[in-house]
Structures are given as C-alpha cells and as structure tokens.
C-alpha cells in the first residue's frame, strides 16, 4: 500500500523499512489492534488492519475504530477481497465496542473513496497540509 501512495503522491514516499516499522508501532501501539490477512494458497493478496481508541476530549468514553490500512495487490482486486476484509475488521471493531469507525483516504485517491463510500463512509474532517519551503522554515 505504500509503494501505491507514493505513485499517488510523492509526499507518501517512505524508507526501506517502512513496512516493518509500522507493524511494530501499530501492534505496540495498543492491544486492542487487530490484522486480518487474505491469503490464496501461500501468497499473501491483502490485508486489513484496525484498532480501537477511546475517546477522552469530546464524546467522552466512546471507543471509536480506525481502520487503519487495508491493501489488496493490484492484480487480486475487484473480487470482492476488499470488501470482505473491510466488513470483517469493521465487524471486530463493532464487537469490541466501538460506536463509530474512522479511517483517512488520501484526496487523490478516487478510487479508494468510491470504495469506502460504496461502504458507507462518509466525509467527517478534512485534513490541510501546507508544504515549508527553506525561507519559511
């Protein structure tokens, strides 16, 4: 998923270990995470992973899920791969307690917004990002 970012956008490019680092951070993060694989045979075609967090500033108490990556190699999509992780990690989350589900999509990225919104989500908070060039910083 992130070698697709980064074609999206150059600001996703990541370092070689990217990959291996944020599955250390997301599983030492919280216990409450959980990785859902889709396999055929021995080859890994996607994945999703979540996690819960409890809300403390407003809506005090309500344990929200975020969806935190959900990949499906280029040539395993539009079987239905995506969807079924999608719907099983959103299901684990709902049983864990969680009243809402969150995610982030990039704005360049129609395709993966017409998924998510096929599955019911929509617009929350928009994230701006302003780039610092060397006289500004």
């Given at each position: 998923?992130?070698?697709?970012?980064?074609?999206?956008?150059?600001?996703?490019?990541?370092?070689?270990?990217?990959?291996?680092?944020?599955?250390k951070?997301?599983?030492?993060?919280s216990?409450?995470?959980?990785?859902?694989?889709?396999?055929?045979q021995?080859?890994?075609?996607?994945?999703?992973?979540?996690?819960?967090?409890v809300?403390?500033?407003?809506?005090?108490?309500?344990?929200?899920?975020?969806?935190?990556?959900?990949?499906?190699?280029?040539?395993?999509?539009?079987?239905?791969?995506?969807?079924?992780?999608?719907?099983?990690?959103?299901?684990?989350?709902?049983?864990?307690?969680?009243?809402?589900?969150?995610?982030t999509?990039?704005?360049?990225?129609?395709?993966?917004?017409?998924?998510?919104?096929?599955?019911?989500?929509?617009?929350?908070?928009?994230?701006?990002?302003?780039?610092?060039?060397?006289?500004?910083q």
């Amino acid at each position: 998923m992130m070698r697709e970012h980064c074609l999206i956008d150059p600001r996703f490019e990541t370092s070689s270990d990217a990959a291996r680092e944020y599955g250390k951070q997301l599983m030492l993060k919280s216990r409450s995470a959980s990785i859902l694989v889709a396999d055929h045979q021995t080859l890994v075609v996607g994945f999703a992973a979540s996690q819960l967090r409890v809300r403390t500033i407003y809506n005090p108490n309500s344990v929200i899920g975020n969806l935190t990556e959900l990949c499906v190699e280029p040539e395993w999509r539009r079987q239905g791969i995506g969807s079924d992780l999608a719907r099983e990690a959103i299901s684990w989350m709902h049983k864990q307690g969680a009243k809402s589900i969150e995610l982030t999509v990039a704005v360049a990225n129609s395709g993966s917004n017409a998924f998510w919104r096929e599955l019911g989500f929509r617009d929350f908070i928009s994230m701006l990002r302003k780039e610092m060039d060397e006289e500004q910083q």
